[in-house]
């Protein structure tokens, strides 16, 4: 009897622990679908470089760590013929639904001896084919620097001030990306033009971290919540400035 009890405890604890790498509200297809097409993305890379258009929307967007941006699946394939690279696995560490049509997703891949971190935006209205991509290569895991939530604070404490021009120079590298639509705002002053809502005495906001994730000692990758004047979801990728310390690099709420 107890024998049989064990058995099926260990049973159920490997069921649970498997369920674990989902967060949010994700299916079980969801779940199968977001496997299939990172899949589908390794597979095009690995062996079929004419399958790789297949594995993005119409009009994709990926960003680089310099904030440089390429805006179409033909800059992407080009990049990929360019820089050719082998993927031994890929995994997802997190994925959560932003809204009826996106998923934000943090995950990675390991090629020889590197080991990468993306973050992406999927369309699950089209098999979660990415609109937006991030790569970088990624150290041995760092421990989270509390730095980050001084500065996310200092974010929503400048935000709440009203002054948009002093919260985008204070906290935003120059160049940043700023993907809310297409074309994405990638210079700091027309950032703060485009933040302007923010000086209205009644807007207020408050960012609320759901997932972070630190890629190297100076990239980190945050996914979160807004709540107040905007209620949806955001994505953060914070980078940090030998001088200055973490600033952002790219802000989406799509």
Request: neutral net charge.
């Amino acid at each position: 009897m107890i024998k049989n009890i064990l058995i099926i405890g260990f049973i159920l604890f490997q069921f649970t622990g498997q369920s674990q790498g989902i967060t949010g509200n994700i299916s079980n297809s969801s779940t199968d679908q977001r496997q299939t097409s990172n899949f589908r993305w390794m597979n095009a890379l690995n062996n079929d470089m004419s399958s790789l258009e297949s594995c993005y929307t119409s009009n994709p967007i990926k960003v680089f760590l310099d904030a440089t941006v390429v805006e179409s699946i033909n800059g992407i394939k080009d990049h990929y013929k360019s820089n050719s690279i082998k993927i031994d696995s890929i995994w997802t560490t997190f994925k959560i639904k932003a809204n009826n049509i996106y998923n934000y997703e943090i995950g990675g891949f390991k090629s020889g001896k590197e080991i990468f971190m993306h973050l992406i935006i999927t369309d699950s209205s089209k098999d979660d084919k990415r609109t937006f991509e991030f790569i970088a290569r990624s150290s041995h895991v760092q421990p989270h620097d509390e730095e980050l939530n001084t500065r996310r604070k200092k974010w929503v404490e400048l935000c709440n001030m009203h002054n948009a021009g002093n919260l985008v120079r204070e906290l935003y590298h120059n160049p940043s990306v700023y993907y809310s639509h297409r074309p994405p705002t990638t210079d700091r002053e027309a950032l703060i033009s485009e933040y302007g809502y923010m000086n209205n005495p009644g807007y207020s906001l408050k960012l609320s971290p759901i997932h972070i994730e630190t890629v190297t000692e100076n990239l980190a990758f945050e996914i979160g919540q807004c709540e107040g004047s905007y209620n949806g979801k955001y994505i953060l990728i914070w980078r940090k400035d030998p001088v200055t310390g973490w600033k952002i690099l790219v802000d989406s709420n799509i």
